[in-house]
């Protein structure tokens, strides 16, 4: 199969000389890929503003022995300006990208290509706000990956909820018989929050207030660390920005 075509989402480019770059996309069929892209460095290449982060193309390539070479790219998402044109979204999409990487190998998981490209689209359409896209996909992902955590009933013995003690090392939320000495408290509209971000019931996470909204956010962001055993550097660059909305509690 010297030569194959697949749909592909732009997670991260590094430079390789004077006017090439390698590109590492996520693709619908092929898994993870890396290649090189020759002369997108230049001012007349053809295809190099289809080849940035974000940027879902339509790609042709020709199969390398270490790296395989980009023939041809068409774009399909054009999400990248749009996404790079707001702080908080670009800093969400990064971690989002950085996540991708982390999770999927060269083995096709046409899931994780969905997700990430579901996310990036999202984003670049303001749909939501940047940090609870974000959260969503990460939680998503996870689950995808293998790591879905309970946010309703015990994660360890599976009694049924709702539960309090919330230890990401346990997979959720747990019951009083297996959560261990000074398990931390989580209360039950951050609880909700998480379980709607989730299964993507985004009429209950619109509905959240800042204060629980950070709080879901710091379970999400020690889940992400868990179980990637080093934390998404990314992460810690993403602004989770404020939304005008009837609970104006500062975020605790």
């Given amino acids: 199969m010297p030569v194959y075509r697949d749909e592909a989402v732009v997670l991260r480019t590094h430079k390789l000389g004077e006017a090439d770059r390698?590109?590492?996309m996520l693709s619908r069929q092929h898994g993870k890929i890396r290649a090189v892209a020759k002369g997108v460095r230049r001012t007349a290449s053809r295809f190099g503003s289809r080849l940035e982060?974000?940027?879902?193309?339509?790609?042709?390539?020709?199969?390398?022995?270490?790296?395989?070479?980009?023939?041809?790219?068409?774009?399909?998402?054009?999400?990248?300006a749009l996404i790079a044109d707001d702080y908080a979204s670009y800093t969400a999409a990064n971690a989002m990208v950085e996540a991708?990487?982390?999770?999927?190998?060269?083995?096709?998981?046409?899931?994780?290509?969905?997700l990430l490209v579901g996310?990036?689209?999202?984003?670049?359409?303001?749909?939501?706000?940047?940090?609870?896209?974000?959260?969503?996909y990460l939680l998503r992902a996870?689950?995808?990956?293998g790591w879905a955590p309970s946010f309703q009933d015990c994660s360890r013995c599976g009694t049924p909820g709702p539960h309090t003690a919330v230890v990401v090392q346990l997979g959720g939320v747990v019951c009083e018989n297996c959560a261990p000495q000074g398990a931390p408290r989580v209360d039950s509209d951050t609880i909700a929050l998480l379980g709607a971000l989730l299964s993507g019931d985004w009429e209950t996470v619109e509905a959240?207030?800042?204060?629980?909204?950070?709080?879901?956010?710091?379970?999400?962001?020690?889940?992400?660390?868990?179980?990637?055993e080093r934390g998404l550097r990314s992460l810690q660059h993403v602004q989770h920005e404020p939304k005008p909305h009837h609970d104006q509690k500062a975020s605790g």
């Fill in 53 to 80: 982060p974000f940027m879902v193309a339509d790609v042709q390539l020709y199969e390398g022995r270490s790296l395989d070479v980009v023939t041809q790219a068409e774009s399909i998402g054009a999400y990248g």
């Fill in 22 to 24: 390698i590109v590492t």
């Fill in 100 to 114: 991708a990487d982390r999770l999927t190998d060269a083995e096709a998981s046409l899931q994780q290509y969905l």
């Fill in 119 to 136: 996310g990036l689209r999202s984003l670049s359409r303001r749909e939501h706000g940047a940090g609870l896209t974000l959260d969503s």
């Fill in 142 to 145: 996870l689950s995808l990956a």
């Fill in 208 to 228: 959240s207030s800042e204060q629980t909204r950070s709080r879901a956010n710091g379970v999400v962001a020690a889940y992400t660390q868990w179980h990637l």
